[in-house]
């Protein structure tokens, strides 16, 4: 636990519920919120940045916007 590789295996586990529609996710204890936190905020903004490719029209306060 702790290791870059768990952590960027379970920020894949709670990325995919994202990608599919959920808007919470229960990432543990808060000391995985510094790596948790981020994994989602690129996980929403990548679904913005496809969603425009789409022509979906997606709000300025978008984690997208936020991150580039």
Do not use: F, H, N
């Given at each position: 636990r702790?290791?870059?590789?768990?952590?960027?295996?379970?920020?894949?586990?709670?990325?995919?519920?994202?990608?599919w529609g959920a808007d919470f996710v229960f990432y543990g204890p808060t000391r995985n919120a510094p790596w948790a936190y981020p994994a989602m905020a690129v996980v929403d903004a990548m679904m913005g940045y496809g969603a425009?490719?789409?022509?979906?029209?997606?709000?300025?306060e978008h984690p997208l916007y936020k991150i580039f």
């Open positions: 702790g290791s870059p590789a768990w952590e960027a295996t379970v920020a894949l586990v709670y990325g995919i519920t994202v990608c425009i490719g789409l022509k979906v029209q997606i709000d300025r």
